[in-house]
């Protein structure tokens, strides 16, 4: 195969970037797409040679020598989407999340497997030039060993933010507010650095926004390698990007008040080594408090070569491979976010593996609205 025939759902917001991204790459033709609005859809197509549906069902219906499709829906149209694509043979990159349920994850990555191809999820984070820099640190070991974690993602969204996406207010439609929706990403990003999660404790509520979901969350959470993390997401404070990762040897701190959602940002952050380990420290006897010198440093993000996500799926399609975040990656993601709504809505210690009756019980209720957020404010 020498160009992946490729078709989008979802042709509108971040639908938008996915047609760019199809048109621009040397390897990826755009045969189809679909959208509910059909006016839409027919715009997307203008010009081309492609063409537009207003029916996902009818798109994989018609389309027979399609290979891949690019699904930017909905987060409660994921699974299903996914999983009619991936029976019928096709190549996919689905929006994060994977699924809004961990079982649903399961099917997916089972699927794909089963099918022999290629399931993708767009958790661009990994990409950023700031974030590959923190992990080339984290895995070189200029740290130590990591055992403590201090992770902030904060961010003011208005309430007209929720009003242009109605679907985002409800846990039918989005699965949950800013752990699923808004921190995604950084919840990504933390399982992609410091493994699966073993135990987690949370509080879950609505600090004073009028939609249904949660807007704040705060966990601890214990990993299998032995990290601590404790982490705070909100969409009602100011904006606020700020990471402490303490090792053995040395700490990286990592802070943003502008934009956590761009790639550029931040280009450089600081990292700071000590002049010996914490346990000899601790060993010290001469002592009773110990008190490390401290080096500084800038480090530099502008130089990283950051690749896409787009072309990662591309490439792994036509020529094998993993794309950079695949299904099963995708869904230690989605499991954390599971445990951190079933520790703070159920009010207990959550083990992982996350006990997926137990989750899709608390879903069914907090859709009927039987279980319902508490109130923050």
Not at 6 to 25: D, P, Q
Not at 84 to 98: D, F, M, N, S, W
Not at 246 to 273: K, M, Y
Request: overall charge negative; glycine content about 8%.
């Amino acid at each position: 195969m020498n160009q992946l025939r490729t078709a989008v759902v979802g042709v509108k917001g971040v639908g938008r970037s996915h047609l760019r991204s199809i048109r621009e790459h040397a390897r990826t033709d755009l045969v189809a797409v679909a959208d509910l609005d059909a006016a839409a859809a027919r715009a997307a197509v203008d010009g081309t040679s492609a063409r537009a549906y207003a029916d996902f069902d009818a798109l994989l219906a018609s389309e027979t020598d399609l290979d891949a499709v690019v699904l930017a829906t909905p987060h409660h149209l994921h699974a299903p989407m996914a999983l009619a694509a991936l029976e019928r043979g096709l190549h996919v990159y689905v929006e994060k999340p994977i699924a809004t349920r961990i079982s649903d994850a399961d099917r997916l990555v089972a699927a794909a497997a089963q099918a022999g191809c290629i399931l993708a999820v767009g958790h661009q984070y990994r990409t950023y030039r700031g974030n590959l820099r923190l992990k080339q640190l984290v895995d070189s070991g200029a740290i130590g060993e990591v055992q403590r974690v201090v992770w902030q993602w904060l961010e003011l969204r208005s309430e007209a933010y929720y009003a242009r996406d109605r679907w985002r207010c409800t846990w039918e439609h989005a699965g949950g507010g800013v752990l699923l929706n808004q921190t995604s990403h950084d919840i990504d990003l933390i399982c992609w650095l410091f493994g699966p999660p073993a135990e987690v404790t949370a509080v879950v509520g609505n600090r004073g926004h009028q939609h249904e979901v949660e807007d704040t969350a705060i966990a601890t959470v214990r990993f299998h390698s032995g990290v601590i993390a404790s982490l705070q997401f909100s969409t009602w404070d100011r904006c606020l990007n700020y990471r402490q990762i303490a090792g053995e040897r040395g700490s990286i701190l990592f802070q943003d008040e502008r934009d956590a959602n761009v790639p550029g940002v931040p280009e450089l952050f600081r990292l700071v080594r000590y002049d010996h380990p914490l346990a000899e420290q601790v060993a010290d006897s001469t002592r009773s408090v110990g008190r490390p010198k401290l080096t500084w440093e800038d480090v530099d993000c502008t130089d990283v070569n950051s690749p896409t996500l787009f072309d990662s799926f591309a490439t792994a399609a036509l020529d094998g491979g993993t794309p950079i975040t695949d299904g099963a990656s995708a869904r230690v993601t989605t499991e954390l976010i599971c445990g951190i709504l079933l520790a703070g809505l159920r009010r207990q210690v959550v083990s992982f593996p996350v006990d997926r009756v137990a989750f899709d019980e608390l879903m069914d209720e907090l859709i009927a609205g039987k279980v319902q957020v508490p109130r923050l404010g």
